[in-house]
């Protein structure tokens, strides 16, 4: 978080909103542009690699939320880019070797002539072109690769498992395309090193006492990723989403020809299938003082570029269709399949088991949940945010109150799947308990709300969905009991706020 906090550290109170924005726009556009060179770097034109990036900018993400915005101030987004330009950079070094090798054979082919000019006849310039091809070849593709891992470990661990995937697919792709019969010898390798995992890798207890009675390691302790109503399967899916599952799909065509894009796909599936990997992986996440941590393993499928399968299959079948069928009916086919994909798009249900983030990409929060009207008062007055004691409100107003800067704030609970916070119950409590230290109160009024559910609270189950109607509601009930303790109203601010200071404790001391 380091990079975030250096340009938002200075800033405070509702200035954040703006530099928030600029810092998310321009991360956004670099991993977009991390994600178009890669798909540059697998073969595709300028105008499929730009459909790609806008497809997996739209559905790329974790649950029902856009990786974007679920990730975009957060380490994690520096993470994915390192380990996508990473990968890229292994396509790169593996396609060129590749292409010398073709240009090597294509010259021993040619017939042999009287001349040739001796290079070795002038040692200097033979070190020289050495030395000039070593480092185009090896010196600086591994200063770049260097350079990556560092600034991916830097930012996220889950990085390094991430580019760790897509490397074994590069490489297993090239294997592929120097010899078709290296696929059986890296079946088999597989296999006995995934026995040989089971039957001497030393396994953590949670291993066989929670994480296979739980579902999430099969019977041969690969993650159980193929029964989509375990609880893996569930957690792969909250990534992949039902169009990975079609693009997956896609990926599976492409293997057949060998392409990279197929192994992209598919490599992440496989490698999380084999004990010789899940079983490591599992140990490692049990290690640390949290044992449910094991849910964490979804983020490995981060390593699937959202709809590049889906994209270059469609590629494919539009060359198909200009050599075959003629090239006047591409642009009916390219209209078609946008088509279909639109309405795709906007018919399928974001919510389990679907997780489809569409919708989150394009959805605007409210401005009742967004609490604007506290935001604008927030903006004239500017007591509110430098409180001089401790303060005590709701749980929404403390949440937003907190996201402006101020630190006294006692109560702005935010954990994942925790109930409604009872806020008139808390509160009044607090007042009327002697330790209680807060000297001042902030309230919201009775206020019926336009939409007083949260969608991206209901359909995640991430939040309390009804938790800004609930502390709304609580409001007179809050305000009714600290007026008959003797509490002060300071200040009542336009339908949003009322401030109130306790004078007296319950017993009138």
Not at 192 to 211: K, N
Not at 439 to 450: D, E, F, M, N, T
Request: aromatic share 12%; with cysteine.
């Amino acid at each position: 978080y380091f990079l975030a906090y250096s340009l938002l550290g200075r800033t405070f109170g509702l200035q954040q909103l703006f530099w928030l924005d600029f810092y998310y726009t321009g991360i956004f556009l670099l991993l977009c542009w991390q994600y178009y060179r890669l798909a540059r770097a697998v073969g595709l034109g300028e105008r499929a690699s730009l459909v790609f990036v806008i497809l997996q900018a739209l559905l790329f993400g974790n649950n029902v939320f856009s990786f974007y915005r679920y990730y975009g101030i957060s380490s994690s987004i520096y993470a994915q880019l390192g380990a996508v330009a990473l990968t890229r950079l292994g396509i790169e070094v593996m396609s060129r070797k590749s292409e010398s090798q073709k240009i090597g054979k294509s010259e021993n082919s040619r017939p042999k002539t009287n001349f040739r000019f001796p290079l070795s006849a002038f040692p200097c310039m033979a070190s020289l072109s050495s030395i000039a091809l070593a480092k185009e070849d090896v010196l600086w593709p591994l200063a770049s690769g260097l350079s990556l891992a560092l600034f991916i470990a830097f930012n996220h661990g889950q990085g390094i498992g991430i580019a760790a995937l897509g490397l074994a697919a590069v490489a297993t792709w090239r294997l592929m395309a120097w010899k078709r019969s290296t696929g059986w010898i890296l079946l088999a390798a597989a296999i006995l090193l995934s026995l040989a995992t089971i039957r001497w890798y030393p396994r953590h207890p949670a291993i066989d006492q929670m994480y296979r009675p739980q579902g999430y390691l099969n019977a041969w302790y690969g993650f159980n990723i193929f029964s989509l109503s375990s609880p893996a399967g569930d957690r792969m899916l909250q990534i992949v989403g039902v169009v990975g599952l079609v693009n997956f799909a896609a990926g599976l065509l492409l293997l057949r020809r060998n392409h990279p894009v197929g192994w992209l796909t598919v490599m992440p599936v496989i490698a999380l299938s084999l004990p010789c990997v899940a079983i490591p992986f599992a140990g490692l996440l049990a290690r640390h003082d949290n044992p449910i941590l094991i849910v964490t393993f979804q983020r490995m499928f981060f390593a699937i570029p959202v709809g590049l399968a889906m994209v270059c299959l469609g590629s494919s079948l539009e060359g198909w269709v200009k050599r075959k069928l003629g090239p006047s009916l591409v642009p009916s086919f390219v209209l078609t399949s946008s088509l279909l994909a639109f309405g795709a798009l906007t018919a399928i249900s974001p919510n389990r088991p679907s997780y489809h983030r569409f919708w989150h990409s394009l959805a605007q929060t409210p401005a009742d949940l967004r609490m604007e009207s506290l935001m604008a008062d927030l903006k004239t007055r500017s007591f509110i945010l430098e409180p001089t004691s401790p303060l005590l409100a709701t749980c929404s107003i403390s949440a937003v109150l907190q996201s402006t800067g101020i630190k006294t704030i006692s109560f702005a609970n935010r954990a994942i799947g925790t109930p409604i916070a009872n806020s008139a119950d808390y509160v009044i409590g607090s007042i009327a308990d002697p330790q209680n230290r807060a000297s001042r109160l902030c309230i919201p009024p009775a206020l019926s709300l336009y939409t007083s559910v949260s969608l991206a609270g209901q359909l995640s189950g991430h939040w309390p969905s009804q938790q800004v109607a609930s502390d709304y509601a609580a409001g007179p009930e809050i305000e009714a009991k600290v007026l008959k303790i003797g509490g002060i109203k300071l200040q009542d601010s336009s339908a949003t706020l009322y401030w109130l200071e306790k004078i007296s404790s319950p017993s009138g001391k």
